[in-house]
């Protein structure tokens, strides 16, 4: 009963280095989204995964990269980290049903990033 | 663009006491809008969802109201306990797949 799981919890880094978060569910969704927080604001997303083998750019796509692996995973990758990347990040997954009856988004607990 | 909007960003209450959380957004062309539940240190957890045909859904203490002519939606809050301190966001969903969202209000219900 894990529902999403996100690796790793917290993570710090040096500007300029690259790391990869990884998202796994394990409820068959269709849909998988990555977000980022940041003090003050809403949560605003980075890109989101309609279905396996789709990726689209969202709010917020610079300095990101993202694989939708398969169904369950979908990971997102900073090439060359920035301070301004400091930030929570969440990822986020949901069965968009059809005819227009939308599910709730399920999230996990997050990735606490510092960059240096 | 659609703009989410959450007043007040803090609110601090009485236990017991009934209690409202206010959420406007500019654009009225909705699919649904969502109240979630964020915990310190933890991710969200959903709490109710409108669809854009619903004027209201209930959990439990919890009651959601939706008017989209007004732009508005509340969530209503019955009997507060020290339980349901987190911060309380709010998001609509105009266009597929994304969903736009309030900076929320952190709600302390003090004992």
């Known amino acids: 009963n894990a529902g999403v799981t996100q690796t790793p919890k917290f993570q710090v880094l040096k500007t300029g280095q690259s790391m990869t978060l990884q998202c796994a569910q394990d409820m068959n969704h269709n849909s998988m989204y990555w977000y980022r927080q940041d003090p003050g604001m809403g949560l605003r997303l980075i890109y989101y995964s309609a279905s396996e083998g789709t990726t689209d750019k969202g709010e917020v796509p610079n300095g990101y990269n993202v694989s939708r692996l398969n169904k369950r995973e979908f990971s997102l990758r900073l090439e060359s980290a920035a301070p301004s990347q400091t930030s929570v990040y969440f990822c986020?997954?949901?069965?968009?049903?059809?005819?227009?009856?939308?599910?709730?988004?399920?999230f996990g607990d997050g990735t606490r990033l510092s960059i240096l | 663009k659609q703009e989410v909007t959450q007043i007040p960003a803090a609110l601090s209450v009485p236990e017991g006491e009934n209690l409202v959380l206010n959420c406007s957004f500019t654009?009225?062309?909705?699919?649904?809008l969502q109240w979630f539940r964020q915990d310190p240190g933890k991710g969200l957890t959903s709490l109710l969802l409108i669809q854009s045909s619903q004027r209201e859904q209930t959990s439990g203490r919890l009651n959601a109201s939706l008017d989209k002519s007004s732009g508005r939606s509340t969530l209503y809050i019955a009997a507060s306990q020290p339980g349901d301190s987190a911060t309380y966001l709010c998001a609509v969903k105009n266009s597929n797949y994304q969903l736009i969202w309030g900076a929320g209000t952190k709600l302390i219900i003090k004992p």
């Open positions: 654009d009225s062309a909705i699919y649904n």
């Open positions: 986020a997954s949901s069965e968009e049903a059809a005819g227009r009856i939308y599910q709730p988004q399920h």
